[in-house]
């Protein structure tokens, strides 16, 4: 056994990886990336209502703690709204971080150069990397979770827009006077789909949702994935997060049947869905992937 120990440090010394962050609205993840895109290690603890970075905090610092690999980086995914570059940010499910300087908080925590982008488009750099949209130069990537975000891969490149916001598919649309949405308006595919309003439409975690209710929200999905097809002409939508890979093949179905029934112009009805490649790890590794390349 102590060899065996012996020989595990003797590898791990030796490779170089990125260290990853994943901040949602339910759980806080850090974890170690190699340089290749496997997931070493991970943390994880609930997020919890009060002094948030406090907690994230101390993942970060057990993380660096244990990690034998040599950092080269830090790349964090988190929710939603932000300014460029994660200077400041006020994720919607987090209402303890309105304003927040997690930049600054995550460089002077680890040392290291730190690149922070939303959630889902950490994810979908990270498919594109590694998952199911290796090879592919425009996709969208989802996060259908406690809350709905996406990122869009066009030309082999992320889009950030002019605040780093682009992408932001849990607010387009979906039902004119719709369910009131907690970013104020009615309607939008989060109001519908998260797991937040699963749980209040439904009377129930969306762990416990009928085939029916999965179905309905892949429904409203291909709704909206049509119209941001139409708009950025992608060949490939990539669905990460609890509820959508909870809910599996009943979901999945729906949006691919929705985007075939309602996409009529030929650039749009080619395109496809799948479930992220990279499984609960894409956040993981869709964060160490904005690390990697300095997006
Ligand atoms: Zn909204």
């Keep these: 056994m102590p060899l065996r120990v012996e020989s595990n440090l003797a590898k791990t010394f030796n490779s170089t990886g990125f260290l990853a962050i994943d901040i949602g ?57 932000m300014t460029l570059g994660g200077e400041s940010v006020s994720p919607l499910n987090i209402p303890d971080w309105r304003g927040f300087g997690l930049l600054a908080a995550v460089e002077s925590a680890t040392g290291l150069k730190t690149y922070i982008a939303n959630d889902a488009q950490a994810l979908v750099l990270g498919e594109v990397w590694c998952g199911s949209a290796v090879g592919v130069s ?8 406690t809350g709905v975000g ?4 066009l030309n ?52 416990h949702a009928t085939n029916e209710v999965k179905t309905e929200a892949g429904k ?19 669905i990460g997060g609890s509820v959508a890979l909870g809910f599996g093949d009943p979901f999945f179905n729906a949006v691919q049947h929705e985007l075939d029934r309602s996409a009529r112009l030929e650039f749009i009805r080619g395109m496809k869905v799948l479930p992220v490649g990279l499984g609960d790890a894409a956040p993981l590794i ?8 300095s997006y």
């Design 25 to 81: 609205g339910t759980k806080l993840a850090v974890g170690v990336v190699s340089t290749s895109g496997e997931l070493l290690s991970r943390m994880q603890t609930q997020t919890p209502v009060s002094d948030v970075w406090g907690a994230l905090k101390k993942l970060i610092d057990a993380q660096m703690l244990q990690t034998d690999v040599r950092i080269e980086a830090c790349g964090v995914g988190c929710g939603g709204p």
């Design 286 to 293: 869709g964060a160490a992937s904005l690390a990697r390349s």
């Design 138 to 145: 425009d996709v969208i990537g989802m996060v259908v979770s």
């Design 150 to 153: 996406g990122g869009i891969v």
């Design 220 to 238: 409203l999905v291909g709704r909206a994935l049509v119209s941001v097809g139409a708009l950025m002409d992608l060949q490939l939508c990539v």
């Design 156 to 207: 082999n490149k992320l889009v950030t827009g002019r605040l780093g916001n682009a992408g932001h598919i849990g607010h387009v649309i979906v039902e004119p006077d719709g369910r009131l949405c907690e970013c104020g308006a009615h309607g939008c595919l989060e109001a519908h789909v998260s797991g937040r309003s699963i749980e209040a439409i439904t009377g129930k975690s969306s762990e």
